[in-house]
């Protein structure tokens, strides 16, 4: 850990003691409205002063965004306005809100933060025997004297922090505290789902098949939306804070703005402007390369992520061979109960011994005593499965599905399938970064060269629900006919137009709002696959005991 704690991560740490280790020891940060607007008020005050801070005048001066170390307090801190005349010395903490109605003036935290920053100026040589909270929308200064109790609670909550650190282990959850609902980090925090999962694993199974309703505190959409170019002799283009797609033959066919780009999919010879890749990188929008086919080659991406705790974790599950069981286990079995949720909802007549056969391996995959039967009870479910999954293609007499077959597909469906597995596979690879993971080192999927393993193990389970559900639906609707396919000596392969005609309808079931069947709220798919992965991390370090996988009833 750094030897210094910042004085803003102290008050966070009074807020909220799991806040601050997320976004101090793990790293991680969203912005939500009030950290932009935050920013916003701060924009003047975070401007350097060109005063030398230390300059000894005994004129009265205001000094902007002064930053300051003290090594035996075990603090730095940015003061947003320091207030000197001669040796004494008031640091200003601007805060965007309005002065609270209670006897302190201020809340425990910006006192804290203010008593920190004081304790600083001492130990630099000032005198400072208070502070003041300035606040933005009622215009109130607010002081804090920095008395005895206020300057033992700030280094006992530094002792605190400074312990949590050396342990790296991460507080537990706030309980239905109204602090989360405007927390930014509420989706990443998950505060509810996690409480939930440990009463669920105290009281083992008396609550399990129940539906409990959590707050939402994550959005039910994503805001940024992913960009698919399909098809050589296109070609991206920046040009201010816009991506341009440019065709050879048509010109300029699409602008897309930068801020709203959650990742960049190339699907064939499309070239990149060296300015364009380098502003995506610089935003964190990762860029992934596919071959014609929808083969996934690479990524293009800025700083990887920097919970290194994280990466940490999962080289040491994966070492291990039970531990790595136990969540394959989990993934495989809630695959099979969503392959019988996929027939019993749309099969016109489901087989009751199909049904109960994948039900009766479900269960098996949650006993299963080795990686190798796992495996063999998942090929028994797929043969059952994809044996039935022809009756689900309705009035589209022209295509069928005898087998699964791939590498090359043979026929149309199992060419749609293929490309679908492939987006997935891509759509889980970014997900896992994002949150921190390796992708490449997985716990069902043994490792090797260029094998994404964690994103195939994450996206078993999803599987029947996004892509079998996306091809069946195309091709029931018929927005895919024989002219979105070319037959070659080796097998079948999907057209440009075809593809795109695929990906729109997979970006629309990635969409659609489902209820969450164990949380209880209505969010897209792409939230929850966010959710699930940092339901995986939360297993990890050891918040909860079993990845609970997401199956749909």
Known sequence: MPDLIPARMLAEFAYCPRLCYIEWIDGEFADNEDTVDGRFQHRRVDEDTENDPMDDDLEAIHLRSVSLAGPEVGVTCRIDLLEKEG??????????????DIPEGAYEPERVQLCAQGLVLRENGFQCEQGIVYFVRSRKR?????????????RGLISELRRA????KIPPPLKESPKCNRCSLAGICLPDEVNLLREMEEKRGSEKGIMVRVRKLIPARDDYQPVYVVG???????????????????????EVRLREISQVNLYGAVDVSTPALVDLMQRGIPVLHFTRGGW????????????VELRMKQFEWAADRKRSLAIARSMISGKIKNCRTQLRRNDPEPSAAVLESLDRLSRDAKKASSAEKLLGIEGAAAELYFGRLDRLLKGNEDFSLQSRNRRPPKDPVNAVLSYLYAVLAKEMFVTLLAVGFDPYLG?????RYGRPALALDMMEEFRPMIADSTAITLFNKRELGDKDFIRTGLGIALTSKGK??????????????????LFGYTVSYRRIFEVQVRLLSRVLFGEIKEYPAFSRR
């Open 232 to 254: 050589h002799g296109n070609s991206l283009r920046k040009k201010g804070d816009v991506l341009e797609i440019w065709s050879r033959d048509e010109g300029r066919i699409k």
């Open 500 to 517: 795109k005609t695929v990906i729109g309808g997979y970006e629309r079931q990635m969409e659609a709002e489902i209820t969450h069947p």
């Open 87 to 100: 040796k004494r010395a008031t640091p200003v903490e601007y805060k965007r809100g309005k002065a609270p």
């Open 443 to 447: 716990f069902y999927h043994r490792p």
């Open 165 to 168: 650190a050396i342990e790296k």
């Open 296 to 307: 996934f080659q690479g990524v293009s991406l800025g700083h990887t992520h920097k919970n």
């Open 142 to 154: 607010v002081p804090v004297t920095f008395d005895k109790a206020l300057v033992k609670r700030t």
